[in-house]
């Protein structure tokens, strides 16, 4: 999946099961995501610490009505930020570019 199709994913089934896949090293055996981590807020630290054991910093952020979260890699230097109107969705997208 590329930068645009993750950017342009909604709140929801798709995001929950990519980020629990991708991400949370999950896989469902249905077509239905245990957690809502994409709209969940208490999700927000099961994904950061899945993103630290991976060797990535964080870093959150706001203004206005944007919230931005930030990935970098140690290893490769390479930073993956998204801004979105939640910081449950931008920690989920940035988490999946990142992954």
């Known amino acids: 999946m590329n930068k645009q199709e993750v950017l342009s994913l909604k709140p929801g089934k798709e995001l929950d099961l990519l980020v629990e896949e991708k991400v949370l090293g999950i896989i ?10 994409s709209t969940d807020n208490r999700e927000m630290w099961t994904i950061i610490d899945s993103m ?7 870093s959150l952020s706001n203004s206005e009505n944007k919230h931005t979260c930030a990935f970098d890699n140690l290893d490769t230097h390479r930073r993956f930020i ?18």
């Open 28 to 37: 469902s055996k249905e077509d239905k995501p245990n957690k809502s981590y």
């Open 52 to 58: 630290l054991k991976r060797k990535f910093i964080y």
């Open 82 to 99: 998204v801004h979105e109107n939640t910081l449950i969705e931008a920690i989920c997208k940035a988490a999946l570019l990142a992954v």
